[in-house]
């Protein structure tokens, strides 16, 4: 492991230390987040062998999946609440009961690089899948290491990779600084400054609660206006995500179906003033941001807090994109290529959807393979 923290701060992988890849197997999952190491788990229960029936590939150093990369003050249990992997518990690991005074990203890494061990999954990293092509029979899934075929595919590589950053005249020529939510590290990088914080998500939240008392002002704009609610609607805004992946159309934002959880900290929050959203800007400007009424504020940095897309890109040259610019997918299952899975797709973009979809997924995978399931 220490190893392996090294190769996180930088340190290029040995020859010696990268992966074997299989030339075949069954199934290739891609991605070992939580959408990927839930599938995993459920097809070896499903009887399929880690190593020969399928094969787990993530680009990451470590374990972990997204939340490797995660900022160092983000804490389990204050806005974030990461749901146990399947069979957790068999391990005596569960989120619930887990530090919550070390950051979140030293305590998802350990507790998934324990899972990974105790079960077998034998993820092969670091190994980067550059593209997956289809011959009618199956998939060629090309990598920095080498090709693998497989007949089946299930692609778990999530959002983190994709951060979606709306377009506004100007923003080219804005002077400040501008970082999107993967790349914000830590609220001491704004001291002393304006910083504009943008999107009506969880994310946004905490940064302008870090950011109190460090920056010298902040500023929230949302595109919609916040709304506080004593229980967040996850089941509708799934359902719409649901709807959406049926139907090949881009996918919704999660926030706007789900409200914001009105806990005593956010409405105190926003009594002070700190988590009351302005409308979007217009446009900016080299040194601030300007609304349609005419309007200005002075900013020296925004963040941009609007959501992520799915990482899709390894899937390019299967062309699944539909004219609405979305992807069909249903309960998983890609609708133009039957052996093709998106585990973490859309309705299942959360944590407790990702989980769930390493069991939805597996079933019709190993269906798919024509084996009966144990
Ligand atoms: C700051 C933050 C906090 C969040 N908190 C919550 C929360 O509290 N509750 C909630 O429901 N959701 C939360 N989310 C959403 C969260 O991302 C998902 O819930 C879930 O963790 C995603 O799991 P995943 O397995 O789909 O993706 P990831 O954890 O992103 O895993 C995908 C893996 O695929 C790998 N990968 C991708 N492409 C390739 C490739 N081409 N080749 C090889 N490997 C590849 C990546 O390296 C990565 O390890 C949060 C998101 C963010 C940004």
Do not use: C
């Amino acid at each position: 492991m220490a190893e392996s923290r090294e190769r996180a701060r930088g340190g290029a992988p040995k020859l010696s230390e990268l992966p074997e890849l299989p030339e075949r197997t069954d199934v290739v999952v891609v991605g070992a987040g939580q959408a990927g190491l839930s599938v995993a788990w459920h097809l070896k229960r499903l009887g399929l062998e880690p190593g020969t029936g399928f094969a787990v590939l993530d680009r990451g150093p470590e374990a972990g999946g997204a939340w490797q990369f995660r900022w160092e003050s983000l804490r389990l249990g204050t806005a974030h609440k990461v749901d146990d992997l399947p069979g957790m518990n068999r391990i005596g690991l569960s989120f619930a009961t887990a530090d919550r005074t070390r950051p979140a990203r030293d305590v998802v890494r350990e507790y998934y690089e324990r899972y990974e061990q105790a079960f077998g999954l034998r993820v092969l990293r670091p190994v980067e899948v550059e593209r997956v092509t289809e011959d009618g029979h199956g998939f060629t899934v090309a990598t920095d290491r080498g090709d693998i075929a497989t007949r089946v595919l299930v692609s778990a590589g999530g959002t983190w990779t994709r951060p979606f950053v709306p377009h506004y005249a100007g923003a080219a020529d804005f002077r400040g600084v501008q970082i999107a939510t993967p790349q914000y590290r830590s609220a001491d990088d704004f001291a002393g400054m304006r910083v504009l914080v943008v999107g009506g998500g969880t994310s946004a939240v905490g940064f302008l609660k870090e950011l109190e008392g460090v920056a010298a002002s902040t500023l929230w704009t949302t595109r919609r206006p916040v709304e506080f609610v004593e229980e967040v609607r996850g089941t509708e805004a799934v359902r719409r995500a649901d709807e959406a992946a049926r139907a090949g159309r881009p996918l919704p934002s999660i926030v706007s179906g789900t409200g914001l959880p009105a806990t005593p900290e956010n409405l105190a929050a926003a009594e002070r003033g700190l988590l009351v959203a302005r409308p979007m800007f217009a446009s900016m400007e080299p040194d601030g941001v300007r609304w349609a009424d005419g309007s200005f504020a002075p900013v020296d940095a925004v963040i941009w807090a609007t959501g992520f897309r799915a990482e899709l890109t390894h899937l390019a040259p299967l062309g699944l994109r539909e004219p609405g610019g979305g992807v069909r997918v249903e309960g998983g299952r890609s609708l133009r290529h039957p052996r093709l899975f998106l585990a973490g797709y859309g309705p299942q973009a959360s944590t407790i959807g990702a989980n769930r979809a390493g069991r939805t997924v597996a079933r019709q995978v190993v269906a798919e393979l024509g084996q009966p399931v144990r």
